[in-house]
């Protein structure tokens, strides 16, 4: 629910279904901002002159625990001068800190990480916390999932911790596979991962699941949904088939109050069982057959073969105005290098896309950023663009505009040059006005570069850092920007002093 998400939002008439994430003094409490996963964030203050002064602040000084993976989320209790931010790494530890400042306000460990070396496959040493945590305004919480050593094995712990101090809330943490065998469900901790956003809709916490670089072992694609209520009452959605599993760093989108996500590719599946797809699902997690609420392109069983997930980004939500009317649509991108446009209302089943075009020349696997265009929408992904132009390749940038029609249409607007693989976010002065797509070079050149979002223009580069993980992404708060990286946060500040 959005309210429970995103303190603030700015209404974008007949743009975007996105709501722009205000950052005046707001909390960012989830991945991308907004449950929706747009990753637009409203700052009045940053247009295309200012961002050009936009500046490391070297005073800004927070020691991270141990690798970083996961966004890093910004909290402004009500009533509250001081704000924090609080971060969670692959040491399984959670800390705060001031984020004026940097200095740490607490800190918990919650076990001890999993080493690689007693896992089966996998890319991630030690493996903790990589999904982004969300936090729920109401109680002041912030909830997210670890991989823990238990002296049986890894296993998955859900926890929920208080933002004042960082104490384990009453009733958790959750075993997932032990409250997964009280509804008859198999999960092995060895084999299934966590690497998507955690999210939160009508008071439940919904975690997902695929499985660890390499595809080892009998991994399944499952959504849990955890009552924030009553820790202990869960709800689940399950891959029919081995794999199908959630890997994108954004998990799930929200929109109308109902979860969409995407899975990857299944093994040995002869009839379709749930891989290469697209699905919507109400907040109880029930399976459905109907035709609206699942997608999967007419050549899954390709994908499959060639390990081309679809669930490598989450889909997100685009309204899109035209002659005929508004389209609420639906887009997923993939590592076949294809973008689908659905019927948000009838995502159509095998086959039933409104338009697909390879629109990459690499596997899409980082979350899209979303902001308005004249007569239609802006796509900005990472990767070099179909048609842009060699220069600009590398790892690349590239700005889709869909615009509504019968079919609705997909054009290249512009391509940025980069090298690595970090997350868009976009910029905008009131939800509209000067657009800024923002990226890491994350694991490539590691700088952040900002351009123009109307014409491409690179009106930003800064000083290389070090320690960014691949799919990171920044948050923009009034007056800085932060970047999470192995054992610290950069700020960057374009405030007036």
Not at 332 to 355: F, S, V
């Amino acid at each position: 629910m959005k309210t429970n998400i995103v303190l603030m939002t700015v209404a974008l008439a007949g743009a975007i279904s996105s709501h722009p994430v205000a950052a005046q003094d707001r909390s960012i409490v989830t991945y991308h901002g907004d449950a929706d996963r747009s990753g637009n964030y409203v700052v009045p203050s940053l247009d295309w002159g200012r961002a050009r002064s936009v500046h490391l602040d070297r005073t800004f000084e927070a020691h991270v625990a141990g690798h970083l993976y996961a966004q890093p989320l910004y909290w402004r209790a009500p009533g509250s001068d001081t704000a924090m931010l609080v971060v969670a790494t692959e040491s399984d530890v959670v800390q705060a800190f001031d984020a004026r400042t940097g200095k740490e306000i607490w800190r918990r460990s919650v076990g001890n990480p999993v080493s690689r070396s007693s896992l089966p496959c996998g890319n991630i040493n030690p493996l903790g916390i990589t999904g982004t945590p969300v936090i729920d305004p109401s109680t002041q919480a912030i909830y997210f999932d670890a991989a823990i050593r238990g002296s049986s094995g890894p296993r998955h712990r859900v926890f929920g911790l208080s933002l004042k101090d960082g104490s384990i809330l009453k009733g958790w943490p959750i075993d997932i596979a032990e409250a997964l065998r009280t509804k008859g469900q198999d999960f092995d901790p060895r084999v299934q991962n966590e690497r998507s956003a955690l999210t939160i809709l009508d008071r439940r916490l919904y975690v997902t699941f695929s499985g660890h670089f390499g595809d080892c072992g009998d991994y399944h694609g499952f959504v849990v949904g955890v009552s924030l209520d009553d820790p202990g009452a869960i709800v689940s959605w399950e891959s029919r088939a081995r794999g199908g599993g959630i890997w994108a760093p954004g998990g799930m989108s929200v929109v109308d109050g109902r979860l969409y996500f995407a899975t990857g590719n299944t093994f040995g599946a002869r009839n379709w069982s749930d891989g290469e797809a697209v699905f919507r699902v109400s907040p109880d997690l029930r399976r459905s057959n109907d035709k609206a609420d699942f997608f999967a392109p007419r050549d899954w069983r390709v994908l499959d073969q060639n390990d081309e997930d679809l669930g490598g980004t989450n889909p997100v939500p685009l309204d899109t105005a035209g002659a005929g009317g508004s389209q609420a649509l639906m887009l997923a991108l993939g590592k076949d290098r294809k973008a689908y446009l659905l019927d948000r209302n009838n995502l159509g089943g095998i086959g039933g896309e409104l338009a697909a075009d390879t629109v990459s020349q690499i596997p899409i696997r980082t979350s899209p950023a979303i902001y308005p265009a004249d007569n239609g929408v802006f796509v900005a992904f990472q990767g070099p663009g179909t048609h842009c132009p060699t220069a600009s390749r590398g790892n690349g940038l590239t700005v889709l505009k869909i615009a509504a029609g019968s079919p609705p249409t997909m054009t290249t607007a512009w391509c940025g040059a980069l090298r690595g693989a970090g997350s868009a976010m976009v910029t905008t002065t009131d939800g509209h006005s000067n657009p800024i797509v923002w990226i890491l070079g994350a694991e490539g050149d590691n700088r952040l570069h900002g351009f123009r979002g109307d014409s491409g223009e690179e009106i930003f580069r800064s000083e290389a850092m070090s320690g960014l993980r691949h799919f990171q992404t920044l948050i923009a708060t009034q007056d800085r920007f932060y970047v999470g990286a192995d054992d610290r946060v950069y700020a960057f500040s374009f405030s007036n002093n």
